[in-house]
């Protein structure tokens, strides 16, 4: 049945993102002025960064006198409930993650109004095409909580900006629409499930006050964070102790560390910094195995199909050891359309609080995945650089595109202001990358990790 609603969905939506790639085509013009970016010097660090982390996660572009809410709404786990959705092109909310929206189809509008008038929470299911070229909706969604709103009315056309979380996961199992024209989808919550410790009933009670015991940052006077080990006390060997009751059973004990979550929690932040090497600022990440397994998805640039495959995940371990095969194999972003390398790993950095991609909206309504990297290749520039609805203040923007294909890849940014650094980076957007291996034989397949 959500198959049958679905080109009435897709009727509204679609034509913001099509009157928005008309107007980037419309810049493709013989008076505009096409320009090839020189490959910069390599540069390993931003160190020198003076950009305030917490301007882009504001997103000021939406307007400063929008009406904030407080409070969360927390969904019942497996529990099954009725609420509004929509459908956002490429967009896959993870949830923790910040979601932008300007809406101005009338019964969307309608629509978040009455959200609002109740606990503020509407669901927001991807959709994608199949292999017959098909419109399909998926069948996991996430639950998204607005916490900041602003409505608008414009020659007699109302119109809402709205900044929302996404909270839960929840199954879609069917939808209905009203006479009204809003959708209403009957959903099941879904719960991470977190298993219990492996060796939980082999360990001897008299020998936990050698086990292994998680180490929280602690800050200094200054802000800036380290880590505090017991003084005196090797942590290979606190490590050793952990899994010393492996012994008892018939597995050794590297068959229980793929199964730890502090250890693949840890071993994830050791590929974050290789990832992220050129980011001097030092990025906040979730404690909790779950909160962190999602901040890691969020900021991977994964292809919709590899999101969708985290999502539906019930156990944020699995999630986890899912996320650190990815990271360890891709090693570089490809353009989408022709495989052509536009990115290596090393080049992304963080610009935001939020981390190193985010959501952004452009005027015209549609929602970009953004990565901010500090270097890229094989990029054309279109059109001048413009300051207006800038995602980054203080940053100039220019449309840049894919130099074997000519597809939109997103754009480059530029200081407007002196003494301000970084003087450039790019914005590239998630969908129009795929994550490849170097030296993939078969550049146009793209890699799946074992789900």
């Known amino acids: 049945m959500a198959d049958d609603l ?18 980037e085509e419309e810049e493709v013009e013989p008076e505009v002025e096409m320009e090839e970016e020189p490959t910069p010097p390599p540069t390993k660090s931003t160190s020198n960064t003076n950009y305030d982390p917490s301007l882009p996660t504001a997103h000021s572009y939406l307007g400063t006198d929008l009406e904030e809410y407080s409070g969360r709404t927390v969904l019942d786990d497996d529990s099954y409930l009725s609420l509004p959705f929509l459908t956002v092109p490429n967009v896959v909310l993870i949830p923790g993650q910040t979601l932008p929206l300007h809406l101005f189809q009338p019964r969307l509008v309608a629509m978040m109004k009455r959200v609002l008038t109740t606990d503020r929470t509407f669901g927001l299911v991807p959709y994608r095409y199949n292999e017959d070229y098909a419109p399909t909706v998926a069948k996991v969604g996430t639950t998204a909580e607005i916490f900041s709103v602003k409505e608008e009315s414009e020659a007699g056309i109302d ?3 709205i900044k929302a979380t996404g909270r839960q996961r929840f199954e879609l199992i069917e939808t209905r629409r009203q006479t009204d024209g809003v959708t209403i989808a ?8 977190t298993p219990p410790e492996a060796l939980l009933g082999a360990k001897l009670d008299s020998g936990d006050k050698l086990n292994l015991q998680s180490v ?3 800050k200094k006077k200054g802000g800036s964070e380290i880590n505090i080990q017991p003084q ?11 899994f010393s009751a492996a012994n008892l059973t018939w597995w050794p004990s590297w068959v229980y560390e793929m199964y730890d979550a502090t250890l693949l929690m840890s071993k994830i932040r050791s590929e974050l ?3 992220y090497e050129g980011t001097s600022m030092k990025l906040s990440t979730p404690e909790n195995p779950s909160d962190f397994s ?4 969020s900021n991977l640039p994964l292809s919709d199909t590899l999101r969708l495959h985290l999502l539906e995940i019930n156990s944020p371990i699995q999630r986890l050891r899912c996320e650190l095969d990815l990271m360890k194999k891709c090693t570089v972003m490809c353009c989408k359309d022709c495989g052509q390398q536009i990115a290596n790993k090393t080049d992304v950095f963080s610009l935001s609080l939020d981390g190193p991609m985010a959501a952004y909206v452009n005027p015209g309504g549609y929602v970009h995945d953004t990565l901010t990297c500090h270097k890229a290749h094989g990029l054309s520039l279109i059109g001048r650089a413009s300051t207006e609805n800038s995602w980054f203040p203080g940053y100039a923007w220019t449309i840049c595109q894919c130099r074997g294909c000519a597809s939109h890849m997103g754009w480059k940014f530029t200081s407007v202001k002196k003494k301000l650094k970084p003087e450039k980076f790019w914005g590239l957007c998630r969908s129009a990358l795929f994550p490849g291996i170097e030296g993939s ?10 789900m």
């Open 6 to 23: 679905l080109p009435l969905l897709l009727n509204v939506e679609e034509s913001s993102s099509e009157s928005d790639e008309d107007d």
């Open 159 to 161: 119109t809402i900006r």
């Open 186 to 193: 009957k959903v099941k919550i879904l719960a991470d499930r």
């Open 216 to 218: 929280k940052p602690k």
């Open 232 to 242: 005196g006390v090797d942590v290979r060997w606190l490590r050793k102790r952990k």
């Open 273 to 275: 910094s290789s990832w």
């Open 294 to 297: 999602f901040w890691v998805a």
């Open 441 to 450: 034989a078969e550049p146009d397949t793209e890699w799946q990790p074992i």
